[in-house]
């Protein structure tokens, strides 16, 4: 039995341009076996079904390269690493990551989580246990002394369940990409950008060029691709010169990165949502506010922009994603702010976006060759908005124009069940309060008093 999708205007990946009445066939096994002209289509049988998306734009399943399905939403390095144990984050996983596809996202990429999680909802889904998006996953972050993952004090280490894995040599490197990849992960996930910085300001990589390239090339040799994480320069022009995949972030880059990016093939994931969302979201009583970093964040987005906009001019291909599952960008809300951005701040035109959101992106998952572009041969993962997002790509934002999401052919649909955040993540024990010395006190015109302390109604 074949299925028949007639769209009022289709959008492929693989162009521009939205086309009008065009007929999407699909046959048994989720692929597309005829994409074009209503006119010229194969007339459906007896017992095939034919859906009628006359009022709808057709377009590929959105693609999110950048979402951390076990970070549950996270506030703190502890949500992420400690406080719920890994079954229940992997449980947590498989439901916000229907989160996403309720959103329009069809594949995701999970780049860096504790243990097995995100592979075990990938096969979850891919076995067809639960319905949910197409995952291209990654293990542990091979991190080393002062990288990103690594962020408790040295006489804590990295805990068993953190979303880093210590490594302390080359060797180690290695022998940590050869478990990942026995366990059956598609990518290996580097934090390549350390914490510490030169006296002039610049952020030191974490390893080496040397042991950079030989993670990459063990990765390669095992048919794994690679993302870093990177915003500094130097870890930028490392990853690049070791022929990485993907790189996040690369928000100090240079024109010596840019060059070599462009040797390399490699793309950038700028995820800049998250920044974005840090900087307009955040309330004066929170602590990235009360810590002063809301400025330094703004200013390193404005840099990353300029920035970035030079490399998408030089050509180097981006890919969408959001750093989704922090608390300031929860599942299946933010993934296509990512597109807007696009848009507003690196200078694409919406036709681009889309297409960096679909075909691009698609280039960096496991699915890579299936997903992407609507064109016969392919997987028919694709979504029916409301409304053209080639007028105003804002509106794949709005949840509710996102009206059917299919993939593999099958429309996939999950109920709108909500969730307490209280209950799921936050248990972190950040319990308490700011420093009140009595210097304090007298600037904020707080008067203690000897009369008797009443309760207050937020108490009760
Ligand atoms: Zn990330």
Redesign the pocket.
């Given at each position: 039995m074949a299925t028949y999708v007639r769209c009022g205007e289709l959008f492929t990946g693989a162009e521009d341009r939205e086309r009008r009445s065009q007929t999407l066939a699909i046959d048994d096994a989720g692929r597309l076996t005829y994409v074009g002209a209503t006119d010229g289509a194969p007339v459906p049988g007896r017992g095939d079904s034919v859906l009628d998306y006359g009022e709808y734009f057709v377009m590929p399943g959105l693609q999110d390269v950048?979402t951390?399905l076990a970070y549950g939403n996270a506030k703190t390095e502890e949500d992420i690493d400690l406080y719920q144990p890994m079954e229940f984050r992997a449980i947590r996983a498989l439901f916000f990551a229907q989160k996403c596809i309720a959103a329009g996202y069809t594949s995701i990429c999970a780049?860096?989580d504790a243990g097995q999680i995100s592979l075990s909802v990938r096969n979850a889904i891919n076995y067809g246990l639960f319905d949910g998006p197409r995952v291209t996953a990654a293990g542990r972050y091979l991190t080393t002394r002062q990288g990103l993952t690594d962020w408790y004090p040295t006489w804590i280490g990295v805990p068993d369940t953190s979303i880093g894995r210590l490594v302390t040599s080359r060797d180690e490197a290695i022998e940590e990409i050869r478990v990942q990849a026995k366990n059956g992960v598609d990518c290996i996930k580097v934090a390549l950008d350390g914490v510490q910085r030169r006296p002039d300001g610049e952020l030191i990589a974490a390893f080496t060029q040397e042991e950079t390239s030989a993670i990459v090339t063990e990765a390669h040799r095992l048919g794994r691709k690679v993302v870093v994480?990177a915003r500094g320069r130097e870890a930028t022009l490392y990853a690049a010169r070791a022929g990485v995949d993907l790189v996040?972030h690369a928000y100090y880059l240079d024109d010596e990165c840019i060059d070599a990016l462009l040797r390399s093939g490699s793309a950038i994931g700028p995820t800049l949502t998250f920044p974005r969302n840090i900087v307009e979201f955040t309330r004066p009583t929170e602590p990235a506010w009360l810590k002063g970093r809301i400025g330094d964040v703004q200013r390193e987005y404005e840099t990353a922009c300029e920035n970035l906009r030079r490399a998408r001019e030089a050509g180097i291909p981006m890919m969408t994603g959001t750093?989704s599952g922090f608390a300031v960008t929860p599942y299946g809300e933010w993934h296509a702010r990512e597109i807007e951005i696009f848009v507003d701040d690196l200078g694409f035109t919406p036709a681009a976006a889309l297409r960096a959101a679909t075909a691009v992106t698609a280039g960096f998952m496991a699915s890579a060759t299936l997903v992407g572009v609507l064109q016969p041969g392919r997987a028919a993962d694709f979504i029916a908005v409301q409304g053209s997002p080639l007028n105003d790509v804002a509106i794949l934002q709005d949840k509710t124009r996102i009206r059917h999401v299919h993939i593999a052919g099958k429309r996939v649909s999950v109920p709108p069940r909500g969730y307490d955040p209280r209950q799921v993540t936050d248990l972190a024990w950040t319990n308490w309060n700011d420093l009140y010395t009595q210097e304090r006190v007298g600037e904020l015109g707080i008067k203690p008093g000897r009369r008797r302390l009443a309760v207050r109604d937020s108490e009760m």
């Open positions: 950048h951390h780049p860096g994480h996040f750093d």
